[in-house]
Structures are given as C-alpha cells and as structure tokens.
C-alpha cells in the first residue's frame, strides 16, 4: 500500500524559512510526479509546486516563484519544498502527493495528475 508521509511543519514569522519534506513507502516503483498542495481555511485546494520525476521539470504556482524550491532525493521517492520569504498569506495545510505506477497520463500539474496524498503539515505564518 503506498503511503506518503510529511514532515518539517509548523510556525514561523514573516521572512523566516521552513522545508517540508515527504518520504514515499510502499511502492513498487519509483513516483513519476510528485507535488506540494495547500489548502487555507474557507479556500480551495491549490498546487504550490511540482515536479516531473523523468525530466526534472518544475511547475510553481506565481504566488510563490523565487521564493519557494521543490526538490527530489536521489532515489526519487522523497519530494521537499523549501520555502524562504513566507508571507502570512502562504499558511495553509501542505499536502505531498505522487503520482505512482500505472495509470498515470504524464502530465503533473494539478491535483487530479496525483493520485496518492499525504495527511498534510500545518504552516503558519505570523505577521
């Protein structure tokens, strides 16, 4: 059974810096997408970042370009989101996701591409 777990949440103010992390057990098979979402309260879900295991391609959302870096380990199965210049608008609950063994169509971008997902880090960023 695949299972994704977060790690490195918690509280932080404006300016500082925090990295999460997300480690994926129980495949067979190395992701070919993995993806940090957030969702803060009464908001929608929403992709932070992502990236193609293959390519190495990334895709950040705008409000966080330059200031947020995804990352995978060398094995492929560990995704981090290293996020410098938090703003109390990046508060919200991360969540990992991956996209593992078959089925996947190759794009990953949205929430929708990612079929496996974490129980989520709390971020809070105070002003």
């Known amino acids: 059974q695949v299972q994704l777990v977060e790690s490195g949440g918690g509280s932080v103010q404006a300016g500082g810096s925090l990295r999460l992390s997300c480690i994926v057990s129980?495949?067979?098979?190395?992701?070919?997408?993995m993806g940090w979402f957030r969702q803060a309260p009464g908001k929608g879900r929403e992709a932070v970042a992502t990236?193609?295991?293959?390519?190495?391609?990334?895709i950040y959302h705008d409000s966080v370009k330059g200031r947020f870096t995804i990352s995978q380990g060398s094995a492929k199965n560990t995704v981090t989101l290293q996020m410098n210049t938090l703003k109390p608008e990046d508060t919200a609950m991360y969540y990992c996701?991956?996209?593992?063994?078959?089925?996947?169509?190759?794009?990953?971008?949205?929430?929708?591409?990612?079929?496996?997902w974490g129980q989520g880090t709390q971020v809070t960023v105070s002003s």
């Open positions: 996701a991956a996209a593992v063994g078959g089925g996947w169509y190759g794009r990953c971008r949205t929430e929708t591409d990612l079929r496996y």
């Open positions: 129980g495949a067979t098979s190395s992701p070919h997408c």
């Open positions: 990236i193609t295991s293959g390519s190495g391609r990334t």
